[in-house]
């Protein structure tokens, strides 16, 4: 006979029970209040980033994330920098600490525990530059043409 050192022999698992809070998935508007390089116990370097993100009732919440620097993660770095409206990857510390204050909107879900987890940074819509083509010109009495 196997023991248990719990003496359970029902199998527990995290199904949220009434009451439980589940965080809403929806889109939320988003500040970067915290952004720092590490360097993980495997060795992986990635970004840690703490975001402030904005109910429409006004009430603030924080959501965590984490950006792998890998090969394989790099199209989230990518979705997370053009989501801030970037089109330039940070190259230092200095270029990253940069990135706090910054806003954003992004899909936020419950995770496992029913809290909040970035699912997809929404790419900012860029408008093109029309600082250079200037104000149409006056029309004087003499450019009418009768």
């Given at each position: 006979?196997?023991?248990y ?10 199904v ?5 809070f589940?965080?809403p998935?929806?889109?939320y508007?988003f ?11 495997t060795?992986?370097?990635g970004?840690?980033?703490?975001l402030?993100?904005?109910?429409a ?7 965590f994330d984490?950006?792998f620097l890998?090969a ?9 920098l053009?989501?801030l409206g970037?089109?330039?990857?940070p190259?230092?510390?200095?270029e ?10 992004a ?5 496992d525990?029913g809290?909040?987890?970035?699912l997809?940074y929404?790419?900012i ?7 250079k ?8 009495s003499?450019d009418?043409?009768?």
């Open positions: 006979m196997i023991s050192p719990d003496n359970k022999t029902a199998v527990e698992t995290n949220p029970q009434e009451g439980d589940i965080f998935k929806n889109t508007d500040s970067i209040t915290s952004a720092a390089h590490k360097t993980y116990r060795g992986t370097e970004i840690e980033i703490e402030e993100g904005y109910y009732s006004g009430k603030t919440f924080r959501c984490r950006v890998t394989n993660a790099m199209w989230k770095l990518d979705q997370f053009a989501g970037m089109s330039k990857r190259e230092n510390d200095d990253l600490s940069g990135l706090i204050g910054k806003k954003g909107k899909v936020i879900g419950p995770n525990d809290y909040p987890k970035v997809k929404n790419e819509e860029v408008a093109e530059d029309w600082s083509v200037g104000p149409p010109a006056i029309q004087t003499e009418v043409p009768f």
